[in-house]
């Protein structure tokens, strides 16, 4: 008889909650909060009815919190999740408030809805991000805010308070990224003294990024039933399931506000994982946290070289978002944030299968901190949107060189030696370009004409390596058709420290899926283009026969053409 016992000892207690058809108006309870420095407090709360339709098949109970504490502001966020209790049961969590309230009205979600959370099959795949718009994005051909608007999270109720410590405030370009993700940043700070599982009513936090900076979406515990915790009343991003690290968090002080009260709170040690995101609320179990990805941002500047140590939660929808605003945020802290600037990108993107890719961008101007960061993120979304299967992202490395001034130059002109040119031949070009506030300056370079060129028509295009690599993905035609030639294709993006000259013949082609078949005969192309079993062939007008390059100190922008004509091999100069 003894281990039965014991057993029994060592189980957690049962939960006890009320279901919210029971409870009636004028019922008095308590709601029990983390306040300032840690302390949790009872607050005591009036029943004032059910809101059958505070969201589809959701129920809410409207309840009145009697503190002073309250008054003039309403709920606080962070309070979110914090347990009400009628008749020493547990009636729900504090879900929300209403903004300029006079009145400390609060919704309370249910617990018998907040105890069906699971954690289910994984989330549907976020929308993918084209290849072809990184491309177009790198070249200028596509608006940051559009590129933005790609990676966008849509979440219900509006923007989560999240708090944001270790990197500069989050203004400008990062307010519009957090923005993207369905975030909203307060300050905050990490390295809290206060570990272990948390209770029902205590302060906790679902990390997004940490290490030298923390973004950090902080609730509070409704429930805890062994190593199961319920939190939040409400979604964070609605994401399904999920999996981010849990840590316990610590209220520092409330900031009163008639618009948005909040609690300002420190992060402390991991505890667990968040395996659910859902309507009512979020699901956590204690145990070892996930890893996440990590995330190495190096700045050299003015001869000073930094670098930032992040790991970033494991989550397709957001990792593209959450590493453009670490880029953004690491840029900003070693100079300033806004004015003409100069930004040379490298970024390392590892996979779990231990294959890499490497891209290169370079932009100059006054959003060049903006585009770099940008297009760390959209690169980003490239790998992980992919709609072929694909391994996870593994880790990123982002190597940015940044000059507080718009170093780059515009090709303005270029001449060939001569616009008849024989096959096989070299071309001598003579390249114009034009740095800032500075004179022109003429770069010699050359190309060879290809031995079997045909007699007839011919383009020279002179361009930088970004408006070169948009214009060569459009004319080729290439539709990766697996995860491998997405990182092949992915690889020949060039940045705009490139200076390329190209030969462009009006020979025909085709291009299917994973393939293209530039230059070719008339009746090879003519057969191709009806498929063979392929789907979707595409005829091509026109075919890069020929290229060449020069790596400039500084971005390039421009591009122009120039038409040859290709002489019979017999013909004389």
């Not at 890499?356 to 949107?385: E, P, S």
């Not at 005969?521 to 091509?540: C, D, E, F, V, Y």
Request: hydrophobic content about 50%; overall charge neutral.
């Amino acid at each position: 008889m003894v281990l039965p016992i014991l057993l029994a000892l060592a189980a957690p207690p049962l939960l006890q909650w009320m279901e919210p058809e029971s409870v009636q108006p004028g019922q008095r309870g308590v709601c029990v909060t983390e306040w300032r420095n840690g302390e949790r407090i009872e607050i005591p709360v009036e029943v004032l009815g059910l809101l059958d339709a505070a969201a589809p098949e959701r129920t809410a109970v409207l309840v009145r919190l009697a503190d002073q504490r309250l008054a003039g502001s309403g709920v606080v966020a962070g309070m979110s999740g914090s347990p009400v209790y009628v008749d020493g049961k547990l009636l729900g969590a504090v879900a929300f408030g209403f903004i300029f309230a006079r009145d400390p009205l609060a919704g309370v979600t249910p617990f018998a809805q907040m105890r069906a959370i699971a954690a289910g099959p994984d989330s549907a795949a976020p929308p993918a991000f084209p290849l072809a718009s990184l491309v177009a994005l790198a070249a200028r051909q596509v608006p940051i805010s559009e590129a933005l608007a790609a990676m966008a999270v849509t979440r219900p109720g509006g923007p989560l308070p999240v708090a944001v410590g270790g990197l500069p405030p989050a203004g400008g370009l990062a307010r519009e990224v957090l923005a993207a993700a369905g975030l909203e940043a307060l300050p905050a700070g990490g390295g809290a003294e206060v570990a272990g599982v948390p209770e029902a009513g205590d302060m906790i936090a679902a990390l997004l990024a940490w290490g030298d900076a923390v973004v950090a979406a902080g609730g509070t515990v409704t429930a805890r039933q062994g190593d199961t915790l319920w939190a939040f009343g409400h979604p964070l991003l609605s994401l399904g399931s999920v999996r981010l690290p849990a840590a316990r968090a610590r209220v520092v002080a409330v900031q009163d506000s008639y618009q948005v009260p909040f609690k300002l709170f420190s992060v402390g040690r991991p505890f667990g994982t968040f395996v659910a995101d859902r309507p009512a609320g979020v699901l956590a179990t204690a145990g070892d946290p996930p890893a996440g990805v990590p995330v190495r941002v190096a700045v050299a500047s003015g001869g000073d070289q930094r670098q930032w140590l992040f790991r970033m939660a494991e989550l397709p929808t957001l990792e593209p978002l959450l590493l453009a605003y670490l880029v953004q945020a690491s840029l900003t802290a070693r100079g300033a944030a806004i004015g003409e600037a100069s930004v040379h990108t490298e970024l390392e993107a590892t996979f779990a299968d231990g294959r890499q890719v490497t891209l290169a961008h370079a932009a100059r101007g006054a959003d060049a901190l903006a585009q770099a960061a940008v297009f760390a993120g959209a690169a980003c979304a490239v790998f992980v949107t992919s709609p072929f299967p694909h391994p996870p992202l593994a880790a990123v490395d982002v190597r940015l060189s940044r000059w507080e001034q718009p170093l780059g130059a515009t090709i303005v002109e270029a001449t060939p030696a001569r616009t008849t040119v024989s096959p096989g031949e070299t071309l001598p070009v003579t390249v114009r370009l034009q740095p800032y506030r500075a004179p022109a300056v003429l770069r010699s370079l050359s190309i060879q004409v290809p031995p079997d060129a045909l007699p007839g028509d011919l383009d020279l295009v002179v361009a930088d390596g970004a408006a070169f690599s948009d214009y060569r993905l459009k004319a080729e035609g290439v539709e990766p058709a697996d995860f491998a030639g997405l990182l092949a294709e992915a690889a020949r993006l060039e940045g705009s420290t490139a200076l390329v000259l190209a030969l462009e013949s009006r020979e025909r082609g085709v291009a299917y899926p994973g393939a293209s078949q530039p230059a070719l005969p008339p009746s090879w192309a003519a057969t191709l283009a009806t498929g063979l079993g392929r789907r979707s062939p595409q005829r091509l007008k026109t075919a890069i026969v020929a290229s060449a390059r020069w790596t400039a100190p500084y971005p390039l922008e421009g591009a122009l053409r120039i038409p040859l004509s290709v002489r019979r091999s017999l013909e004389q100069p």
